[in-house]
């Protein structure tokens, strides 16, 4: 047993992927607390599939893929925020055109390429165990940006996400708080595409935090169980994938959508053990 | 409260289609001096029109609200009494028209207001305790990265003692019932030492006793000099324990102590066939949860569900 724990790390690909794992890991799961809150999965799904043409576009032109990554999903999340804020339509509506368009604009692209269909499964579904020193370093610099704005605006955040109004009211920059945080989601996507790809990225987001929402209510502690879940799962998932010689993402989000159900069946709330006591959730005029 | 029928502030006869100037003169206190009353207001409008989309939810509005008023904002539903208080707060810019708070613009005192939405506006399922809602109040005056201080915690400690909340502190917002909810958002309110509070039907749907309660605290707030302004359904309460009422449908209809506004008559301009008179006791017959206009986009949150976006 402690050799099959042991023995992965005796190779410098698979040291790359664990620390790419917990700071992808960690970083989503913060973030992704926020974007449970806020009710903004969907956005989550529409900024990773608009990254696409982007990291099309730096495949073709050789640049780098955070680069074309990083513009086309932080530019994507503004466009949500300017057509939320001030949009005659639906957000929902823009945010599932917007979605479908950019990553049908990516699909095209690809396809004028010849022979790259590996490359395009590791784009859609991440490739891990192959990350190599500059894009962890780059992912490292990124999350460590993406955390420290969480750290530094926190309270801000929480405010704004809970009671916008209010929050606003008392001088508080709503409006800017929420274009900064649309701008976080976007890197963080882009930071966690090498490890889940495009297609998967939304449940490193939202699943911690929803697994965590099962099992505590208070912010700071669902955040540290977010943590504690997004990184477990990514850790382990990796483990697993490099036993079971199976598809990394794939096996991290399996994982965590495990969690999420347990929590679901055995949380003091949800849970099939909470379901004969009296709902306390209950409010009274 | 009939007595006051026997000295009519203005003719209940006239329409709301009048002429602007005519309407004006609705306003109690139009005798007088519009600079000296702008001076010593806390708040002050000047023919403010504004709307949502290209709809208008108020417009020509004049007021000059005193420091240290104790003022209800009464009228029926979607006669744009949140929208007035949006306005006050800095949320909503006016289409025309000034607006000076806390004699500067609105929306540059920000820290110098409280303002609590109606309970609709707000996410109740959110996972946060009932210190950490009153802390919320600190959150603008410390700043990004600043904890909060052994003040700032005795603050949240003084708030929550003041809405009799302080077994409560640790308990889950959402776990609580309306009226406590409403003195936990009083408590956010005053933990952030405001000079003005504005608040969205503060007492609404709540108990007799709660309702006391808090009006008692923003009695004595009122008492220290600070300027609150509620809006409210329930005119009774405002009869009762606002010192000044102002009745707004679409636009001022009139503006002044609550006796005076509170008559029958005035009610009825004010309600229009809403309204039923019970022994001098005005009824609103009213559908009592309802919104304002509100913005496209904004969400409303009702028990047992997040909140839908309004389309």
């Known amino acids: 047993m402690i050799d099959a724990i042991a ?15 917990v700071l992808v890991g960690t970083v989503c799961a913060v973030v992704g607390t926020y974007v449970v809150l806020k009710g903004l999965a969907f956005i989550g799904d529409a900024i990773s599939h608009a990254a696409f043409p ?24 503004l466009a949500i925020g300017l057509v ?22 990516g699909v095209f692209l690809f396809s004028t390429l010849d022979g790259y269909v590996g490359d395009l499964f590791s784009f859609l579904f991440g490739y891990l165990l192959s990350i190599g020193p500059e894009d962890l370093a780059a992912l490292a ?38 274009y900064l945080f649309l701008a976080l989601v976007a890197l963080t996507i882009v930071i966690s595409l090498q490890a889940v790809g495009i297609i998967l990225v939304v449940a490193m987001l939202v699943t911690p935090a929803a697994t965590a929402q ?24 990796l483990y697993l994938s490099y036993w079971l010689d199976a598809a990394t993402g794939a096996t991290i989000v399996l994982l965590e959508t495990a969690l999420f159900l347990v929590a679901l069946a055995l949380g003091p709330r949800t849970g099939l053990l909470a379901r004969r006591r009296p709902p306390v959730d209950v409010a009274s005029a | 409260m009939s007595e006051s029928s026997e000295a009519p502030p203005f003719d209940p006869h006239s329409h709301p289609h009048d002429h602007p100037a005519e309407r004006r003169l609705a306003n109690v206190d139009a005798g007088r001096d519009p600079g000296h009353a702008r001076a010593h207001a806390d708040v002050w409008l000047s023919d403010v029109t504004v709307g949502y989309g290209d ?51 609105a929306g540059q005192q920000a820290r110098r207001i409280a303002y609590v939405p109606q309970a609709e506006l707000v996410d109740w399922s959110f996972p946060v305790t009932v210190e950490d809602v009153v802390m919320m109040g600190r959150y603008p005056a410390l700043g990004p990265l600043r904890r909060p201080s052994e003040r700032d915690r005795r603050t949240v400690t003084d708030a929550l003692e003041r809405v009799g909340m302080t077994a409560f502190a640790t308990e889950r917002i959402g776990a609580l019932s309306g009226g406590q909810r409403r003195r936990v958002f009083l408590a956010r309110a005053l933990a952030a030492e405001p000079d003005l509070f504005l608040l969205d039907e503060p007492v609404t749907g709540i108990d007799a006793t709660t309702q006391e309660d808090l009006m008692d605290l923003l009695e004595a707030e009122a008492r220290r000099g600070k300027t609150v302004i509620a809006t409210t359904h329930d005119l009774a309460c405002a009869a009762q324990r606002f010192q000044r009422v102002l009745a707004v449908n679409r636009t001022l209809i009139a503006h002044g102590p609550s006796a005076l506004v509170l008559d029958p008559a005035v009610l009825a301009r004010v309600y229009g066939g809403h309204l039923l008179v019970l022994g001098g006791q005005a009824v609103v017959i009213d559908d009592a949860h309802h919104h304002d206009e509100a913005d496209s986009g904004e969400a409303h949150f009702h028990e047992g569900g997040r909140g839908e976006r309004r389309p």
């Not at chain 2, 949006?86 to 028209?97: C, D, K, Q, V």
């Open chain 1, 7 to 21: 023995e992965p790390l005796s190779h410098t690909f698979f040291l790359r992927a664990l620390i790419a794992a």
């Open chain 1, 54 to 77: 982007g990291v099309v576009v730096a495949f073709m032109v050789g640049g780098s893929f955070y680069l074309g990554a990083g513009i086309a999903a932080v530019a994507t999340a």
């Open chain 1, 84 to 105: 939320s804020r001030r949009g005659g339509i639906r957000a929902d509506t823009a945010i599932g055109v917007l979605f479908a368009g950019t990553f049908a604009l």
């Open chain 1, 141 to 178: 610099i990124l999350g460590s940006l993406v955390l420290a704005v969480v750290v530094v605006l926190w309270k801000e955040l929480l405010y704004a996400t809970f009671d916008p109004l209010g929050a606003a009211a008392s001088g508080l920059r709503v409006d800017l708080l929420e």
């Open chain 1, 214 to 237: 099962l099992l505590t209510v208070r912010f700071r502690s669902l955040m540290a169980a977010a943590v504690l879940v997004g990184v477990g799962g990514a850790v382990a998932g």
């Open chain 2, 55 to 105: 709809k208008i939810a108020l417009e020509h509005v004049d007021l000059a609200v005193e420091a240290g008023t104790l003022l209800a904002v009464v009228g029926p539903n979607g006669a744009g009494k949140s929208t007035l208080l949006r306005i006050m707060a800095g949320l909503l810019r006016p289409w025309t028209g000034r607006v000076e708070v806390l004699g500067h613009p």
